[in-house]
């Protein structure tokens, strides 16, 4: 087991670290991990509303082979980043390819994944809501910044930025290759590659609502089976 901390940092003494530099020590385990990680640029300017879907309170987590003893993290919806603390300063955790960050508190787990969607690749953290070597099911959270408005008179003020949450964007997983989560009964046969009207049957009677979180598990759930 890797007895270390995620992400750095705290893994050895807080003086091992200056707090005029932008960067931390880089620490390397025996495999091959390593965390460099960068301090998070603070906003120059008044912002409405929270970048955190999950509230901004840091939270214990649970990283598989890893010490129990790990840095209390946060996710930054709208950076897409993990973020952690040491003193006063926020810093960015290291993206690290297949790694699941397990918030008990919450019930979520997030992965940090390469992905490929709408025929862009990208790198994040994705909740993952079922786990099978057939089909995964994840969740993208994402929250956007949006452009205020300048009063055009003396009577009203300037409404600052504000961050908005978009829609939860909902990916099928297999082989890496992932797919937008079907709307319909037609469109999940041909994805899940199984027969229409035995999943028709199902569909109807397990009343799945194809837009409901709890019946998409539900649905994914079945076909693994």
Not at 24 to 34: A, E, K, R, S
Not at 75 to 99: C, Q, S, V, W
Not at 188 to 204: G, N, P, Q, Y
Request: hydrophobic share 30%; proline share 3%.
């Amino acid at each position: 087991m890797k007895k270390i901390l995620f992400i750095t940092g705290m893994l050895v003494a807080q003086s091992l670290f200056s707090q005029e530099t932008d960067i931390l020590n880089v620490v390397t385990t025996p495999d091959g991990f390593y965390s460099k990680p960068g301090r998070v640029r603070k906003e120059d300017h008044k912002i409405d509303g929270s970048p955190y879907v999950n509230g901004d309170k840091f939270e214990k987590v649970v990283i598989k082979d890893y010490s129990k003893n790990v840095q209390d993290l946060r996710y930054n919806a709208y950076r897409d980043e993990m973020e952690f603390k040491i003193g006063d300063e926020l810093y960015n955790a290291n993206k690290t390819e297949g790694l699941k960050v397990s918030f008990p508190s919450l019930k979520k787990t997030y992965e940090s994944i390469n992905y490929s969607y709408d025929s862009r690749t990208k790198s994040g953290y994705l909740v993952l809501l079922v786990d099978n070597p057939k089909f995964s099911l994840y969740k993208r959270e994402k929250i956007e910044l949006m452009t205020g408005t300048k009063s055009n008179n003396g009577f009203t003020q300037d409404a600052n930025d504000y961050y908005e949450r978009d829609k939860d964007l909902y990916l099928v997983a297999k082989d890496k290759k992932f797919s937008k989560f079907p709307k319909n009964v037609s469109e999940a046969s041909e994805i899940f590659s199984v027969d229409k009207k035995e999943l028709e049957t199902f569909v109807k009677s397990n009343k799945i609502n194809f837009n409901k979180e709890p019946d998409m598990i539900k649905l994914v759930e079945f076909i693994n089976k």
